[in-house]
């Protein structure tokens, strides 16, 4: 009796349209695809992204614009839950050693970012794997010089 009861629930979630998938499916199916695209005019594509707890994701930046790296490059930061990315930004060179030798890297902050791709030119791309253990807020940024004041965003995870 428990089994058929399973079963007509599940069938009336779907009909609703929701979908039930075990573990087992979850990993066939495999990471959620993300795409965040940046541009010549400092811009992110996305400034807000929703996402699961528990879920593996693979968010991937591409340098869609067209100068080359050292006056438009851009890469994605994102940050531990609790940092805001625009106090983050502002410390970049000051506190956290971004330069130019190190292609604006703000090595000295390793400790407060979760995940972070190289800088990238145009037509480049790269993709962080990922699977966000805490809900919260968790805020993203480019750290070339500048960038950060308009090429920033929020994952927000549920």
Request: net charge positive; proline share 4%; hydrophobic share 40%.
């Amino acid at each position: 009796m428990r089994g058929l009861l399973e079963k007509i629930f599940i069938i009336s979630l779907s009909l609703i349209g929701f979908t039930v998938q075990s573990a087992e499916e979850e990993k066939k199916i495999g990471p959620i695809k993300i795409v965040i695209e940046s541009n010549d005019l400092m811009k992110f594509d996305k400034s807000s992204i929703n996402v699961e707890k528990g879920k593996a994701y693979e968010i991937t930046l591409k340098n869609v614009g067209k100068l080359p790296k050292v006056a438009m490059g851009h890469n994605l930061i994102i940050l531990k839950p609790g940092i805001n990315a625009l106090t983050f930004g502002q410390a970049l060179i000051t506190k956290y050693g971004a330069t130019v030798q190190n292609e604006w890297n703000p090595v000295k902050g390793s400790m407060l970012i979760l995940k972070q791709t190289k800088m990238l030119g145009p037509g480049e791309q790269e993709t962080l794997k990922i699977k966000f253990d805490k809900s919260g807020a968790y805020h993203y940024l480019c750290s070339f010089p500048g960038h950060f004041g308009q090429m920033r965003g929020i994952i927000n995870v549920k």
